[in-house]
């Protein structure tokens, strides 16, 4: 596979993760099937013009030639507006529990609680990250990751909807700490939004 090819690709899939959406989304969102969307993320198959087009649009994004001088200029403005490795990353895990969250529906699609950790999971997805919003990212995804393992041991409903649950309040809980701007190691607290002060008599 040739640099360029290679490049795209990346630029493809990161794009995909970055709006949190599956391949099997993106293929229903361009008329192809989730086979082909990941042999083109992994640059296996010659990309035709007009889906390469398609798959750009439907990540918004566009397609445009720009002459190699100007290429440095362009770059720099992309990166300025881009997304950082730490947020790369993050998208990536929720990327991660979102497929499994697909596979719970699939199997279970009574189960309610599926629907509440797909919202927490979107409602992640547009922070941005640095190392240290990452890390508690990941401790807060610690019960999230026990769902695979009960799908694997083919666990039942009670069990899911349990582990479901605890998730869904972890995330809730991350995101809630994220956008008051409290420190990332302090657990929420409740303050009086008063104090009484004590009598000098």
């Known amino acids: 596979m040739s640099a360029g090819i290679e490049e795209i690709a990346a630029s493809i899939r990161e794009a995909r993760i970055a709006k949190a959406l ?10 192809l099937p989730q086979s082909h969307i990941s042999k083109i993320e992994k640059g296996t198959v010659d990309l035709k013009l007009s889906s390469l087009v398609e798959i750009a649009r439907a990540l918004e994004l566009e397609i445009m030639l720009v002459p190699r001088k100007a290429l440095p200029a362009v770059e720099g403005a992309v990166r300025a507006h881009g997304t ?5 990353r993050a998208l990536s895990l929720l990327n991660e529990q979102a497929q499994i969250a697909e ?4 199997s279970f699609p009574d189960l309610s609680q599926v629907e509440s950790f797909q919202h927490a999971i979107r409602s992640i997805s547009t ?16 019960p999230a990751k026990r769902l695979k393992a009960i799908i694997d ?11 479901l649950k605890e998730a869904t309040s972890a995330l809730r809980h991350f995101r809630n700490i994220q956008l008051c701007n409290a420190p990332l190691n302090e657990t929420a607290r409740q303050r009086p939004a008063y104090r009484l002060e004590e009598d000098d008599g």
Do not use: C, M, P
């Not at 596979?103 to 699939?106: Q, S, T």
């Not at 919003?133 to 610690?142: M, N």
């Open 22 to 31: 599956t391949q099997k989304e993106l293929g229903l969102r361009v008329g």
């Open 84 to 88: 950082s490795v730490e947020t790369s």
């Open 103 to 106: 596979r719970i529906k699939a």
């Open 127 to 142: 922070l941005q990250f640095d190392a240290a919003r990452l890390k508690a990212l990941d401790e807060a995804l610690q």
């Open 153 to 163: 041991a083919q666990g039942g409903a009670a069990a899911l909807a349990k582990r």
